[in-house]
């Protein structure tokens, strides 16, 4: 194993990270402080609870979950589009390194920043909302998860694109519809019955639906099929990932 | 060189198909000896950066098997690639990096720590110290490919990859460039360079390896070829030109120049008889005065482009 390696891709990551501090951390920050005040304070306060939890609480797993897995594929595709596009991706085919060590060196750095932004996003809430976290450990270990497989997801759009557009429109046409659509701000079971059944097959909600279990203890689907639904993901992505590196896919001639 | 040793890179008929069905190598069978320089010569397009690429791990071979120290570049990569460093063509860096820290990256690629006393000696020689802390979009095009160089050389490479390492840089940084590569050799690096420079093959090649059509035409010693394809040219200024040659000359391959004032005299270079010392008493004998006399020989460059003239035809 190339520890050396894996912890100069690490730090080459979050050197980029740490350059732009301001647009990594103010931006998440700032709009997730937005939602706080539209839909908690300004209209949350027009809503009655959901599932005993006051709407502004409720909010705060969506939210988080929101940006974690929107800054995860950013951070990630960007992360090793960038080589590719510069051209520096020889560096990488051409040093004694194996997929694996890349993807933890990529993936490890995306997953850092998200769970930063994650982390930054609960404590700003805390400044909106009073509510307390009923399974602290259960909440960061679904947090480091989604940090973790939506990295690994990412990196399969960095290697996928081959423009920048490409690379913005995942984020914003996948990723952001499937957690609005997911629960964020809503309990599946405020839905109709036929859109709670189409709701069922959007992955994004047994993620959202578990991480709110680990704040409230209430869920929209059972803990053990979050579980299942996110390791299903964690694990289609990185046989992907280990095809994509095993055939060279866009990224070896 | 030792060439008791087993060859570092040994190329064996190496193939490179694209799904277009193009052909950038044919087979290529090739063996470099430890400590040499090799300049692989070829016009655009004739395989010599797929060659690269593909020794490099960049480009998967479609058959054949390369070894570098004796390690498969497929199957033994991590031993293979660890001896290798590449300055690749096209300058490609991280533009908002700074210098000091885009070099340190590659070493660390290589699973090797550190080292700030080596790290400062490259910067120095590549006159980029002063420049260390500089982000790289800030350089210029010559500084950018010094970095290139830089990179390359800081994790110790035994076998060093300079694919057209002085294409359009200035007359400083190639200056530089050779005299980083005469200090590499000395420490026993092998070097195999591109170069559409071939006077600069010429200079600091041992051997030189022409590559055409994704088939290597020839590989052969730099002095031995130069001597074997090389001709040679006798040229005698006359005081007094002359409009056709008198019947003592007749018998001699002379060509009349620049208005009857010069005899251009061609032979082959390995000849045993060259036939100058005839040709003098001759000149001699037909009464015609001497201004001056001079010889030259074929340069790499000619017989290069001879070379493809005859494969092309």
């Given at each position: 194993m190339n520890l050396i390696a894996i912890w100069s891709i690490y730090k080459f990551e979050m050197h980029r990270?740490?350059?732009?501090?301001?647009?990594?951390?103010?931006?998440?920050?700032?709009?997730?402080?937005?939602?706080?005040?539209?839909?908690?304070?300004?209209?949350?306060?027009?809503?009655?609870?959901?599932?005993?939890?006051?709407?502004?609480?409720?909010?705060?797993?969506?939210?988080?979950?929101?940006?974690?897995?929107?800054?995860?594929?950013s951070n990630a595709s960007f992360g090793i589009y960038l080589p590719k596009w510069t051209g520096t991706i020889f560096e990488l085919l051409s040093a004694p390194v194996n997929f694996f060590e890349v993807v933890v060196g990529y993936?490890?750095?995306?997953?850092?920043?998200?769970?930063?932004?994650?982390?930054?996003?609960?404590?700003?809430?805390?400044?909106?909302?009073?509510?307390?976290?009923?399974?602290?450990?259960?909440?960061?270990?679904?947090?480091?998860?989604?940090?973790l497989s939506f990295s690994l997801f990412g990196f399969i759009i960095g290697i996928w694109a081959q423009n920048f557009e490409q690379i913005q429109l995942v984020p914003l046409l996948i990723i952001t519809p499937l957690v609005f659509l997911g629960g964020s701000f809503y309990s599946i079971s405020m839905l109709p019955p036929f859109w709670q059944t189409v709701t069922m097959f959007n992955p994004v909600v047994y993620l959202i639906s578990g991480f709110r279990w680990s704040f409230f203890g209430e869920a929209d689907v059972a803990i053990g099929t979050s579980l299942l639904a996110i390791g299903a993901f964690t694990a289609i992505c990185l046989f992907l990932i280990w095809r994509i590196f095993k055939t060279g896919y866009r990224i070896r001639s | 060189m030792n060439s008791s040793a087993p060859p570092i890179v040994e190329?064996?008929?190496?193939?490179?198909?694209?799904?277009?069905?193009?052909?950038?190598?044919?087979?290529?069978?090739?063996?470099?000896?430890?400590?040499?320089?090799?300049?692989?010569?070829?016009?655009?397009?004739?395989?010599?950066?797929?060659?690269?690429?593909?020794?490099?791990?960049?480009?998967?071979?479609?058959?054949?098997?390369?070894?570098?120290?004796?390690?498969?570049?497929?199957?033994?990569?991590?031993?293979a690639r660890q001896l290798v460093g590449l300055v690749p063509q096209e300058i490609s860096?991280?533009?908002?990096?700074?210098?000091?820290?885009?070099?340190?990256?590659?070493?660390?690629?290589?699973?090797?720590?550190?080292?700030?006393?080596?790290?400062?000696?490259?910067?120095?020689?590549?006159?980029?110290?002063?420049?260390?802390?500089?982000?790289v979009n800030a350089l210029s095009g010559g500084m950018k490919r010094r970095v290139m160089i830089a990179k390359a050389l800081y994790h110790e490479p035994r076998v060093l990859f300079l694919d057209e390492p002085t294409a359009g840089v200035d007359v400083e940084l190639r200056r530089d460039m050779w005299n980083v590569v005469a200090e590499l050799k000395k420490d026993g690096v092998t070097i195999i360079l591109t170069t559409h420079y071939i006077e600069e093959a010429e200079a600091?090649?041992?051997?030189?390896?022409?590559?055409?059509?994704?088939?290597?035409?020839?590989?052969?010693?730099?002095?031995?070829?130069?001597?074997?394809?090389?001709?040679?040219?006798?040229?005698?200024?006359l005081t007094e030109p002359i409009a056709a040659l008198p019947k003592a000359l007749a018998g001699f391959d002379l060509e009349i120049a620049d208005g009857g004032r010069r005899l251009t005299y061609t032979y082959e270079a390995t000849g045993e008889r060259t036939g100058i010392t005839r040709l003098l008493s001759a000149v001699s004998e037909a009464g015609l005065g001497l201004r001056d006399i001079q010889t030259s020989q074929s340069s790499l460059e000619e017989i290069f482009v001879g070379l493809l003239a005859e494969d092309g035809s």
């Open positions: 990270f740490l350059r732009t501090l301001m647009q990594s951390f103010v931006s998440p920050v700032l709009s997730t402080s937005l939602y706080f005040v539209v839909f908690g304070a300004a209209i949350g306060s027009r809503i009655q609870e959901v599932e005993g939890v006051s709407y502004g609480a409720f909010i705060v797993p969506g939210l988080i979950m929101l940006s974690v897995m929107t800054q995860a594929v993936v490890g750095a995306a997953a850092t920043k998200s769970l930063f932004i994650g982390v930054l996003i609960l404590v700003t809430s805390f400044f909106f909302v009073d509510y307390q976290i009923a399974h602290p450990v259960a909440m960061v270990a679904f947090l480091l998860m989604t940090c | 190329v064996d008929q190496l193939a490179k198909r694209y799904a277009g069905g193009f052909e950038a190598l044919k087979g290529v069978s090739l063996s470099i000896e430890e400590g040499e320089i090799l300049a692989l010569l070829g016009p655009n397009g004739a395989g010599k950066t797929t060659l690269i690429s593909t020794l490099c791990g960049i480009s998967e071979p479609s058959s054949g098997h390369a070894r570098i120290g004796g390690h498969d570049v497929r199957t033994g990569y991590r031993r860096l991280e533009p908002f990096e700074r210098v000091i820290d885009t070099v340190r990256y590659t070493r660390g690629l290589f699973g090797m720590r550190q080292d700030a006393t080596l790290l400062e000696s490259i910067l120095r020689k590549l006159t980029l110290w002063d420049k260390r802390e500089a982000r600091i090649a041992d051997r030189v390896a022409v590559i055409n059509h994704g088939e290597i035409l020839l590989v052969e010693e730099k002095d031995a070829l130069m001597r074997r394809m090389g001709q040679k040219q006798l040229e005698i200024e």
